[in-house]
């Protein structure tokens, strides 16, 4: 009965491959968002969407793209993976009108 | 541009102790505030989320206040527990971006 999950949990890849991460929610939330957590444990905002707006953090490099086939998934591609990409991103919904995000429990990226 | 500073970066305590955490920002135009709990190679797990209207939001243990103004929220914890040990998060919301501190790594000694 997992509410937000996200696949895979790891990802080892080597660089300038292209992956993707997938993120579903069952809680009938209409917006959903990727973060990325750093080593420093800083999370960032990268994406936030519903059905009808994308909002971009302008930080975010344009090999990063979110891809939403309905409403309860928001999977995120990336291009040409670099060494930098390596992190923890994590995949939150919440519902309209309400405040509370719900997150997935992180995907674990390296990029070697 | 906002930023969201923690004091501690990391504490120890042994159990049963009554902490505090610190959470400040620079913006107080903010939408509300939320503490998360981070738990080793784990998601996030909200704790208490403060609407920018409030001074302070309980839940069993736990205890967070919020003071707009001055740009500072605290978390307390009452009576620790081993199993209190983890990353504690705040974030602080303007709508849509969510700014997150680097969180405090609590460590509850038994």
């Known amino acids: 009965d997992t509410a937000v999950s996200q696949t895979p949990k790891y990802l080892v890849t080597q660089m300038g491959n292209d992956k993707s991460i997938k993120c579903e929610q069952n809680?009938?939330?209409?917006?959903m968002y990727w973060y990325k957590q750093d080593s420093k444990k800083f999370l960032k905002i990268m994406f936030s969407y519903n059905n009808k707006e994308l909002i971009i953090n302008e930080t975010v490099p344009n090999r990063f793209s979110p891809k939403s086939p309905d409403k309860a998934h928001l999977n995120l591609h990336i291009n040409s993976l670099e060494l930098g990409d390596s992190a923890v991103y994590f995949c939150?919904?919440?519902?309209?009108?309400?405040?509370?995000?719900?997150f997935g429990p992180g995907t674990r990226l390296l990029v070697l | 541009k906002q930023e969201v500073t923690q004091i501690p970066a990391a504490l120890s305590v042994p159990e049963g102790e009554n902490l505090v955490l610190n959470c400040s920002f620079t913006d107080s135009a903010i939408y509300n505030l939320q503490w998360f709990r981070q738990d080793p190679g784990k998601g996030l797990t909200s704790l208490l989320l403060?609407?920018?209207?409030?001074r302070e939001q309980t839940s069993g243990r736990l205890n967070a206040s919020l003071d707009k103004s001055s740009g500072r929220s605290t978390l307390y914890i009452a009576a620790s527990q081993p199993g209190d040990s983890a990353t504690y998060l705040c974030?602080?919301?303007?709508?849509?971006?969510?700014?997150f501190g680097t969180g405090t790594s609590l460590t509850v000694i038994p």
């Open positions: 809680l009938g939330h209409d917006t």
């Open positions: 939150a919904s919440r519902l309209r009108g309400q405040e509370t995000q719900y």
């Open positions: 974030a602080v919301s303007t709508g849509n971006q969510f700014y």
């Open positions: 403060i609407q920018s209207s409030q």
